[in-house]
């Protein structure tokens, strides 16, 4: 599969700030995408995920935006508390293919 | 609900050496997955069971690896001889119904080859 990639490899928010990562895929053919979180030692864990046929899908405190257009997926995080400090993955598969396809991630680190 | 686990949690060996890893995926996913991430680059798919099946096998470097799933319930990567470019962390994954829920992952095993 072709690789999916990140805009940012680092971002620093303030505590209580909005974060927003991104991330740009280059498989049109893809139709599924999903964030993860991945703390340090530990394994991916599952935040969110949306499917092509929708531009937009809430979470508890994180939305997920699909702009199939431009090919490009971000995470939004309301209110980031410094729990939600780890480095954040996005993913795609494409239609019929059940392979994930990871960006290199982005460290977010909250500032108390 | 137990998670996925995975088992050692770190390795090291030597170059030339056989390693075992170990997944129990979450108890009822018939999908299981092997994905590893070495030093530096992506988080990249090695291959995908449904129950005993190897479903899809394409990400696998090469002959030196052999994954198994016996009886559908865990599975074990073997990598034999290990070579220094196999070092890394090794995810395991599982999920319930195919393309219908998300990937859940082990913490993974880092290996270590020396």
């Known amino acids: 599969g072709e690789s999916v990639g990140l805009h940012l490899p680092t971002l620093s928010v303030q505590e209580g700030d909005n974060s927003i990562i991104n991330c740009a895929y280059s498989n049109s053919a893809s139709d599924y995408f999903i964030w993860y979180k991945q703390e340090s030692g530990k394994g991916p864990q599952f935040i969110i995920d949306i499917r092509s046929n929708m531009d937009k899908r809430q979470g508890q405190r994180v939305t997920v935006l699909l702009n199939k257009t431009v090919k490009h997926l971000s995470l939004q995080i309301a209110a980031t508390q410094p729990g939600d400090s780890a480095v954040y993955f996005c993913g795609d598969s494409g239609a019929g293919s059940y392979q994930l396809t990871f960006g290199k991630g982005t460290k977010l680190s909250v500032i108390p | 609900e137990a998670g996925v686990t995975q088992f050692p949690s770190h390795s090291v060996i030597e170059k030339g050496q056989t390693v075992t890893l170990r997944c129990d995926p979450i108890?009822?996913?018939?999908?299981l997955y092997w994905y590893r991430r070495v030093m530096g680059k992506e988080i990249k798919f090695l291959l995908h069971f449904v129950k005993e099946s190897k479903q899809d096998e394409s990400g696998m470097p090469n002959n030196r690896f052999l994954a198994e799933r016996t009886g559908g319930t865990y599975s074990t990567l073997k990598v034999q001889p290990a070579e220094l470019e196999d070092s890394g962390v090794y995810f395991c994954?599982?999920?319930?119904?195919?393309?219908?829920?998300?990937?859940?992952f082990g913490n993974g095993t880092r290996l270590t080859v020396t």
């Open positions: 994954a599982s999920s319930f119904t195919l393309g219908d829920s998300p990937l859940h």
């Open positions: 108890s009822g996913h018939d999908n």
